[in-house]
């Protein structure tokens, strides 16, 4: 996600200047000397707002903790964190961790964080993660023989191929968890952190320590990062809902989904014609008996835990086209915005192509209900044509399969 500019970037920067290292490289193997008050030192890369930087200062108050953040719009928040808690024992550099070795002399990094690096999905792009084997053989050198690097993060295809990473570049792992906080809240929580946890993601987390087989830049080019692609990134960085799912209609659902359901006026060209939905059972049962009858018509309702909190058709399935249009209608304001349409139309294409084999999904929306169409294009879908009523859109299985994979 691209950094909102700061405004009154310079003089706030200015107002945090105490905080800030201009010439990091004049201190390389000097950082604690420098910083008699302090025992060790720690780096934490990618820092961002800095909810992490300045609760880990608060907590190990003996200890220098150089924050590194390559976008300045991020760092000044971060340095506002710390500067507004009085800590002592912050440091900020502006600049890329690839920078790392030139800051920090051989063996002086006690421990390295790197919280929620950005995923870079695509294959092209994997040597830009921050836990990409260069990057790796750059922490070795800083770190001592039994240094620690504590990476956390909520895409767990990063999570895999990292540790993949980790291993193969020769780094002891331990307290490898993929549900860090299961059981309650453990350790200091990143701003990321929190939002993906208050959204119910599962966080991961590792700790690799350098040892003796640990490469470092010493051992020479690191391997060719061949199939490198994130599955599941990008456009899906929060996993699916995972109590999320699509069941095929039945009268009771269809009574459930009435129950509770309120018009949409995103779904309604002229909105004076909108009035409000009144439950009548016999209607409701009519209206299913009537769906039942549809030939090429696939209804479900979409269920989330028990709840029932939407409905979804693959209407005019073809199957001399090997096509089908997609439509989906949430039940009421209490679900949306939450990406549950997004999820639940996921888990339609996943059935279009995987179950159905089909190899073409159409789907339409109205011209003003921009939600919906934002939603299609998250989802891979290409925009076709519009009438004066309807945007128009389509997907084929190769374009969902390189947009679930990242790699296109
Ligand atoms: C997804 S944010 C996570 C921020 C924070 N660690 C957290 O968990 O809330 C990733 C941060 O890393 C920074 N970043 C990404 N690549 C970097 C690099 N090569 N060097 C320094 N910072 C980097 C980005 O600018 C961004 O602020």
């Known amino acids: 996600m691209r950094m909102r500019k700061r405004r009154n970037l310079t003089p706030?920067?200015?107002q945090c200047a105490a905080l800030m290292i201009d010439q990091p490289e004049a201190l390389r193997g000097r950082w604690l000397t420098e910083h008699p008050a302090l025992w060790h030192l720690h780096a934490e890369l990618g820092c961002g707002k800095g909810r992490f930087t300045a609760d880990t200062a608060e907590a190990l108050p003996d200890t220098l903790i150089v924050a590194v953040e390559k976008v300045p719009d991020a760092m000044i928040l971060a340095m506002e964190r710390v500067q507004a808690r009085g800590l002592a024992n912050v440091r900020f550099i502006d600049t890329d961790a690839e920078r790392l070795p030139l800051l920090f002399a051989p063996g002086e990094v006690e421990r390295i964080y790197i919280n929620f690096c950005d995923p870079w999905p695509k294959s092209r792009d994997a040597k830009f993660r921050l836990t990409a084997p260069a990057f790796l053989r750059r922490y070795a050198d800083a770190l001592p023989s039994g240094g620690q690097i504590?990476?956390?993060?909520?895409?767990a295809p990063l999570f895999d191929w990292s540790l993949e990473q980790f291993q193969n570049e020769g780094w002891a792992i331990s307290e490898l968890t993929r549900d860090l906080h299961e059981n309650g809240v453990v350790g200091v929580m990143t701003d990321y952190e929190a939002k993906f946890h208050a959204e119910g993601v599962p966080i991961?987390?590792?700790?690799?320590t350098k040892a003796d087989t640990t490469k470092t830049s010493a051992d020479g080019a690191v391997p060719r990062l061949r199939d490198a692609a994130l599955p599941d990134a990008r456009g899906f960085q929060k996993p699916t809902h995972p109590a999320l799912r699509l069941v095929p209609s039945t009268k009771e659902l269809t009574r459930a989904f009435y129950r509770v359901f309120a018009h949409d006026p995103a779904l309604f060209e002229d909105e004076s014609r909108l009035v409000p939905y009144v439950y009548d059972e016999a209607a409701v049962d009519a209206k299913f008996e009537e769906r039942q009858k549809r030939v090429n018509n696939s209804p479900y309702f979409i269920l989330l835990g028990d709840e029932v909190i939407g409905e979804l058709v693959l209407k005019n399935l073809d199957e001399k086209e090997k096509s089908c249009e997609l439509g989906i209608c949430l039940v009421n304001d209490s679900v949306k915005n939450k990406g549950y349409g997004t999820a639940a139309e996921r888990l339609a294409l996943e059935k279009a192509f995987d179950e159905l084999g089909l190899e073409t999904v159409l789907a339409d929306c109205l011209l003003k209900n921009t939600r919906?169409?934002?939603?299609?294009?998250?989802?891979g879908f290409r925009f076709v044509s519009e009438d004066g009523h309807f945007k128009y859109y389509k997907i084929t299985r190769a374009q969902f399969e390189a947009s679930r994979t990242g790699r296109e």
């Open 150 to 155: 504590w990476f956390k993060t909520d895409n």
């Open 12 to 14: 706030r920067m200015e």
């Open 204 to 208: 991961k987390r590792l700790v690799a």
């Open 372 to 379: 919906s169409q934002h939603v299609l294009q998250k989802l």
